[in-house]
């Protein structure tokens, strides 16, 4: 994804991107790539400094609370506050403007091979996308919330989607051996896994099997 108002240059950029075989979403203000970006589905985002409704900063922060994507930063030339504090923020590189798009295109080779693909995985049900890298969950694109033991449970139960896991299942693998809590705790989390996405979104994600446990169904 490019997050930059300048219309040109973010027509310019996708354009070789996609020559070179990437997909490439545009956002041309601060606040809409940052709700982009929080849906996960990006492998690198170029940032611009100078942007409209939210700076550039402020979205590498924000980013960076949840997703260690690889941000390059496009700064002005011979600003070298804004190459600093983009690197202390967390960006994993910068390229000043005006840039040769074959410079822009070796740093994005580079940011991509720092990252370990194998170990983010996408999962998906329903419209919902999981996403391990960032851990994110997104739902038709709108980002969900959850905490960490709401996000494992969602994450368990989708790695094993279309199989009915049992709460005593459940318990052990999200939990742990050493719970001392009964499987109620699992009912509590699915109740509130629900109410942030299912009643939400009016979707029905996870199912009950009386007696059994939950599962996530195969999409139709
Ligand atoms: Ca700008």
Same mark, same amino acid.
């Given at each position: 994804m490019i997050i930059e108002d300048e219309e040109k240059i973010a027509r310019f950029v996708e354009l070789e991107l996609s020559h070179e075989g990437y997909t490439v979403t545009k956002a041309f203000d601060g606040r809409t790539g940052l709700e &982009? #970006? %929080? =849906?996960?589905?990006?492998?690198? *985002? *170029?940032?611009? *400094?100078l942007l409209p409704q939210l700076s550039g900063m402020e979205v590498l922060r924000r980013i960076r609370r949840t997703s260690s994507v690889p941000i390059i930063?496009?700064? #002005?030339?011979?600003?070298? /506050?804004?190459?600093v504090s983009g690197l202390d923020s967390g960006a994993?590189?910068?390229?000043t403007k005006p840039f040769a798009i074959e410079e822009l295109l070796a740093r994005i080779r580079t940011a991509?091979?720092?990252?370990?693909? %194998? %170990? =983010? %995985? /996408? &999962?998906? #049900?329903? +419209?919902?996308?999981?996403? =391990? +890298?960032?851990?994110? /969950? #997104? @739902?038709?694109?709108?980002p969900v919330e959850l905490t960490k033991r709401e996000f494992d449970l969602l994450h368990f139960l989708l790695k094993n989607k279309g199989i009915v896991v049992s709460r005593e299942?459940? &318990?052990?693998?999200?939990? +742990?051996?050493?719970?001392?809590?009964g499987t109620n705790a699992v009912? @509590?989390?699915v109740r509130f896994?629900?109410?942030k996405i299912d009643e939400v979104f009016n979707i029905k994600l996870i199912h009950t099997v009386r +007696? @059994?446990?939950y599962v996530i169904r195969n999409e139709k």
């Amino acid at each position: 994804m490019i997050i930059e108002d300048e219309e040109k240059i973010a027509r310019f950029v996708e354009l070789e991107l996609s020559h070179e075989g990437y997909t490439v979403t545009k956002a041309f203000d601060g606040r809409t790539g940052l709700e &982009l #970006a %929080e =849906t996960g589905q990006f492998d690198l *985002i *170029i940032l611009d *400094i100078l942007l409209p409704q939210l700076s550039g900063m402020e979205v590498l922060r924000r980013i960076r609370r949840t997703s260690s994507v690889p941000i390059i930063m496009l700064t #002005a030339r011979d600003s070298v /506050v804004d190459k600093v504090s983009g690197l202390d923020s967390g960006a994993d590189d910068y390229i000043t403007k005006p840039f040769a798009i074959e410079e822009l295109l070796a740093r994005i080779r580079t940011a991509l091979r720092k990252t370990k693909p %194998e %170990e =983010t %995985e /996408v &999962l998906s #049900a329903s +419209g919902l996308q999981l996403n =391990t +890298g960032s851990r994110t /969950v #997104a @739902v038709m694109g709108k980002p969900v919330e959850l905490t960490k033991r709401e996000f494992d449970l969602l994450h368990f139960l989708l790695k094993n989607k279309g199989i009915v896991v049992s709460r005593e299942e459940l &318990l052990e693998r999200v939990w +742990g051996f050493d719970f001392s809590g009964g499987t109620n705790a699992v009912d @509590v989390y699915v109740r509130f896994l629900r109410s942030k996405i299912d009643e939400v979104f009016n979707i029905k994600l996870i199912h009950t099997v009386r +007696g @059994v446990g939950y599962v996530i169904r195969n999409e139709k």
